[in-house]
């Protein structure tokens, strides 16, 4: 069963700093991307980086551009978002997502990830960035 689980979530001030894990399990090889999205209350679920399964490859939504990075540890089986210079509105719930194919898929440049082209979903971690 593939299973997805999130975690490093939670408050910081503006400008501070979190990371965000997402520990992989039931993948029978590496060739999975993973992505990161995020849901701000009322909102839409809006697609923020991706790695390939190699992870020679990362996009990343334009606003997080040069803030965030992402990674991974495939003989962990983890991803990582480090999210630097946070902003008010960075607030959101943050959902890691894997598509069993090396590449992120379809995407609009700037925009992140596509949200219909992964399959497995985590249940998300919240980070609030308030003062």
């Known amino acids: 069963q593939l299973q997805l689980v999130e975690s490093g979530g939670g408050l910081v001030q503006p400008g501070g700093s979190l990371r965000l894990s997402c520990a992989a399990s039931?993948?029978?090889?590496?060739?999975?991307?993973i992505g990161w999205f995020r849901q701000a209350p009322g909102k839409e679920r809006e697609g923020v980086s991706c790695?390939?399964?190699?992870?020679?490859?990362?996009i990343y939504l334009d606003s997080v551009e040069g803030r965030f990075t992402i990674s991974r540890d495939n003989a962990k089986k983890m991803v990582y978002l480090q999210m630097n210079s946070l902003k008010a509105e960075d607030t959101a719930v943050y959902y890691c997502?894997?598509?069993?194919?090396?590449?992120?898929?379809?995407?609009?440049?700037?925009?992140?990830?596509?949200?219909?082209?992964?399959?497995?979903w985590g249940q998300g971690t919240q980070v609030t960035v308030s003062s």
């Open positions: 997502a894997a598509r069993v194919y090396e590449l992120c898929g379809s995407y609009y440049v700037g925009e992140g990830p596509t949200r219909s082209e992964f399959d497995y």
């Open positions: 039931g993948f029978t090889s590496d060739y999975y991307a």
């Open positions: 790695i390939t399964g190699s992870g020679s490859r990362a």
